[in-house]
């Protein structure tokens, strides 16, 4: 792809995406530049990548076709207020951020310019992010394809509806960090009962990648999924029963419930 890519900010996510980026060859390594106040996680991306990495943000502005803002949230203010009479003019603004509108982004430029909000997540680093995605009224279906090719490059991509955005954390962009937990508690369990540690983790990690893709490639329901994995009288039934006793689903629903919430107060306060 023949478009200067730019991230300002160069943490978990910044490098996840680099990474996944480079990885896939989609773009090479010298349209690529990300700034950072610190140089720590700039020379990882210089000397794993080979990208372009300097601490100054206009820098990066001035180089890029497309470019990320790879910050906190309440970062995002002071970065557009730096960067706006600096950017290309044509340039495609790409959010990353839990929290931030599409109308809010708008507002801290003062004009209109090409905004997509996505939704990543740290995966990215090995190919397997999944990132919803949505456009401003100025970007062309022409364009936001390129954004979703740049996304899978390094995942699978929604689009998704922007009102539908703050409930994006919950199921995918945050998710990751359950799903540790459940691996971590899996191997913990294997542990109680004399498996290896080691072990334990290849066990418990093995098994959520392969349910997981049964899901995405066998089309099945999940529970037809779990149903042929319960042998009547059997060992997975008496889990399951004790899951359930524990609300398993509930908490997870009520989990995501919170991460929402957090989103959509996200939302109300940087507007
Ligand atoms: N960590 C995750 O799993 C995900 C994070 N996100 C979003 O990605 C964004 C970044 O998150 P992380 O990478 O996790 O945070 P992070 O804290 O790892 O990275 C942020 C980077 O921004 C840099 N920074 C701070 N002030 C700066 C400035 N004035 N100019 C340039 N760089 C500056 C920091 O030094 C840091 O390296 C957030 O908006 C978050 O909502 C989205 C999806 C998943
Ligand atoms: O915790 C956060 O706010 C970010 C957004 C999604 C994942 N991490």
Known sequence: MDKNIGFIGCGNMAKAIIGGIVNSKLVSPENIMASNPSNKSLDFVRDKYEVRTTNNNLEVADFSDILFLAVKPNKYKEIICQIKNSVKKDVIIVSIAAGITIETMESYFERDIKIVRTMPNTP?????AMSAICGNYIVSSEELATIVKIFESFGKTEIIEERLMDAIPSISGSSPAYVYMFIEALADGGVL???????????????VLGAAKMVLETGKHPGELKDSVCSPGGTTIEAIYTLEKNNFRGTII?????????AIKMSNSNK
């Not at 990215?124 to 397997?128: D, F, H, P, T, W």
């Not at 009520?254 to 957090?262: F, H, I, N, P």
């Open 124 to 128: 990215a680093l090995v190919g397997e």
């Open 193 to 207: 009962r004399g498996i290896p540690r080691e072990k334990a983790y290849k066990l418990a990690a093995q098994a």
């Open 254 to 262: 009520s989990a995501m419930e919170s991460c929402t919430e957090k």
